[in-house]
């Protein structure tokens, strides 16, 4: 992998846990998620003139993935509202891996070599490590439920995206519009649910809306980019790397308890995420 390669792949990881950060400080994570798809689809609105909607074959996938997605949000705000970014990130973008694994292997017919197998088991005793850190606190043990949830839920709309992007034909345009109608349900859901507090909370929290929406943008497009110059489980492994980002940004910056253990468990991890998109290489 070349050096410029390596630092964009970086560049994306911290990118992706950052905007994560911006989300769980200062509260009310279900109305930052809310803004952030809004701006998302505000910032991605003008290239749905420069490419054609998905043909009819891939508008069940793109509807699959809206619904998963839909998912994603409610589930991730609940656990931000539980638990901590050094606690909730690395247990949900850590069980995705195997989760999308898991549902290759039962819909796709995709198998894993046994050193994906090892893989799965190191990320399973990082994720039981991680837990034990809490030494009881209950609001964290709640916290893990939906963390571990959504984990599955990743896996669906990975799958859904996939297949989706295949059927479209056009990669892009599939992408475009996904970004465009993804963040609409959940903001629709939280404007029925809470729209006074919607309503009050835009002159406040549009900018880091604003900021975490460009930041998951530009590293969803710096890892296509790289994608296209490098092996993509090369890239998908290094891009794990922002699980660990993520716990030293909880406990550093954000001051979150357990800071020594819970980077030590992010990053093994981490570790077995890298080896188990290693392990798929043929």
């Known amino acids: 992998m070349a050096v410029t390669v390596f630092a ?6 911290v990118l992706h846990a950052s905007w994560n950060a911006v989300v769980k400080t200062g509260g009310e994570p279900e109305l930052r ?51 901590d970014l050094s606690q909730v990130y690395p247990v949900t973008r850590g069980l995705a891996p195997p989760a999308a694994a898991l549902l290759a292997w039962l819909f796709v017919g995709e198998t894993l070599e046994p050193a994906g197998v090892v893989a799965v088991l190191v990320i399973g005793l ?16 709640r916290a893990l439920v939906p963390a571990i949830l959504n984990a599955g839920v990743i896996g669906i709309y990975s799958i859904c995206d996939g297949m989706g992007a295949r059927t479209a034909g056009d990669p892009f345009s599939y992408i475009v519009w996904l970004f465009v109608l993804d963040g609409l349900p959940f903001a629709t859901l939280v404007l029925v649910r809470r729209r006074m507090a919607l309503v009050r909370a835009v002159p406040t929290l549009w900018r880091p809306a604003a900021v975490a929406g460009a930041m998951s943008l ?52 981490a570790l077995g ?9 043929p």
């Open 33 to 83: 998620l809310a803004l952030v798809g809004l701006t998302i689809a505000i910032m991605v609105l003008p290239f749905c003139l420069l490419v054609p909607p998905p043909p009819a074959a891939a508008w069940p996938w793109l509807l699959g993935s809206l619904a998963s997605h839909l998912a994603y949000y409610e589930l991730l705000a609940r656990a931000y509202r539980l638990g």
């Open 126 to 141: 990082g994720i039981v490590a991680l837990a034990a850190a809490d030494r009881g606190g209950l609001s964290g043990r």
């Open 273 to 281: 995420v890298v080896a188990l998109q290693l392990s798929r290489i």
């Open 218 to 269: 530009l590293a969803y497009g710096l890892v296509i980019w790289a994608m296209a110059r490098a092996p993509i489980a090369y890239v998908s492994a290094l891009r794990e790397t922002s699980v660990v980002l993520a716990a030293w940004i909880g406990t550093r910056v954000l001051k979150e308890p357990f800071g020594r253990r819970r980077i030590a468990c992010a990053a093994l991890v």
């Open 8 to 13: 964009v792949v970086l560049a994306a990881a």
